[in-house]
């Protein structure tokens, strides 16, 4: 797969297979975020792996799904995410301001996902006070966004966008994501 394939193929997934993704595999992931660009080469980020079965089903209430598709478009028993990698930044390291090189990290990330075959779904409206309680971070770190992981249980389509950009599900349960087309952006 080429980068630009895995640019084009890549959606947000939020229907997981229930395969669990081996450590190393998980390391790799995290290993790509870390190479992405950093301001000033700070490198505040730091990054919790969630693959313990206990803490994933303890995780799952505390992420918030698909506003346009929820509740049907939320992961059902069976579809949930095996794993999360949980994006933080280390404030003695930088207070704030790491929001472009957290969209960067997070974007390496999925990019060497999506040739794995692993979804991923980012997710920001999430219950940050819980994770960081229920992980047990140390009040430095700041929990930027968390991802969702596994294995592909489905294949959304990507489609010209028309007269909304609200992703939808058609009767057969596939998800549509319409994207502005590219005349429509250039200014």
Known sequence: MTVEEA?????????????????ETL?????????????????????????????VGAMFPLVHWAAYIA???NPKEGERPVAYIVLCADTTVKKEGYDT????????????????????????AIDRKAIHALLHLDEHIVIH??????KKGEHPVLEEMTDSVKYYKDAQGTLHVPKRKLTDILL
């Open 7 to 23: 640019i084009h193929g890549r959606r947000m997934i939020r229907k997981f297979l229930q395969e669990p993704i081996p450590k």
């Open 101 to 124: 090189d957290a969209g960067m990290a997070a974007e390496n990330l999925i990019l060497l996902a999506e040739s794995m075959g692993i979804g991923v779904c980012v997710m920001g």
């Open 71 to 73: 509740p049907n478009g």
């Open 145 to 150: 966004t968390v991802l969702a992981l596994g």
């Open 27 to 55: 390391l790799r992931l995290v290993d790509a975020a870390r190479l992405a660009p950093s301001a000033a080469n700070l490198q505040p980020l730091r990054y919790r792996i969630v693959n313990d079965p206990k803490e």
